[in-house]
């Protein structure tokens, strides 16, 4: 059982490249092919597989500083979670807290722009 675990280990830590190396060697040598581009790799790691994977995906928008302009940095506060004056500006004045979490990249890119555009200094998690 050791064998296993440590093998589903090593098939987790896989880079993006060394993986597509290991699809084609089980191709080639084996004659074994993914059903839908990579179902080889699920059915390898499946529990350790998708943690890697929902990491990769989900960010967290985390404001930083204000900056000099903290009145544009509430609005657009304001404007992506929804929140009341009142919050948005204790969230804003509190630094270092997440104004979304567990976003996809695009929407967490989009969110950063935004806030930085109005003076703030943000970090994607």
Request: proline content about 1%; charged content about 35%; hydrophobic content about 45%.
């Amino acid at each position: 059982m050791a064998d296993l675990k440590a093998l589903a280990e090593s098939i987790v830590g896989l880079t993006l490249l060394e993986a597509q190396e290991l699809k084609t060697i089980l191709k080639d040598e084996y004659g074994i092919e993914p059903a839908a581009g990579g179902a080889v790799m699920v059915a390898g790691g499946a529990d350790a597989g998708g943690e890697a994977a929902e990491e990769k995906t989900e960010f967290d928008v985390i404001l930083k500083a204000a900056g000099d302009k903290k009145i544009n940095v509430i609005k657009e506060v304001r404007g992506i979670t929804g929140l009341g004056l009142k919050e948005a500006k204790e969230l804003v004045e509190a630094g270092g807290k997440a104004v979304k979490e567990g976003v996809d990249k695009a929407e967490a890119e989009d969110i950063k722009a935004k806030l930085e555009a109005a003076g703030a200094e943000v970090e994607l998690k």
